[in-house]
């Protein structure tokens, strides 16, 4: 199993900068991605950023190409989340979201979320 700590939210002006971190422990060898979610208020959770510990690939939404970027530290087992350029529109709870493979299931792991307000 992994538990998954979020810090790093706060509160920041418009064209500014937060870095996200995410702390796994437990069972991090099984994890197969690790992603950043969010939750504005009345909207749905929407994926930001997932990275595949297989291949290394990454992949962003649309709104966010080119401001944020995901990364990893295996020897610190955290997961980053660099936030640049941040727009009021950024504003959500942000969770981490770690997969693990375990024989031939899936399992979804999750953050307790850190809050990202971006005044104007």
């Known amino acids: 199993q992994v538990q998954l700590v979020e810090s790093g939210g706060g509160l920041v002006q418009a064209g500014g900068s937060l870095r996200l971190s995410c702390a796994a422990s437990?069972?991090?060898?099984?994890?197969?991605?690790n992603g950043w979610y969010r939750q504005a208020p009345g909207n749905q959770r929407e994926l930001v950023a997932v990275?595949?510990?297989?291949?290394?690939?990454?992949t962003y939404a649309d709104s966010v190409k080119g401001r944020f970027t995901i990364s990893r530290d295996n020897a610190k087992n955290t997961v980053y989340l660099q936030m640049n350029s941040l727009k009021p529109e950024d504003t959500a709870v942000y969770y981490c979201?770690?997969?693990?493979?375990?024989?031939?299931?899936?399992?979804?792991?999750w953050g307790q979320g850190t809050q990202v307000t971006v005044s104007s």
């Open positions: 979201n770690a997969v693990m493979e375990y024989g031939i299931h899936e399992y979804d792991y």
């Open positions: 437990g069972t991090t060898r099984s994890i197969i991605s």
């Open positions: 990275s595949s510990t297989i291949d290394g690939s990454t």
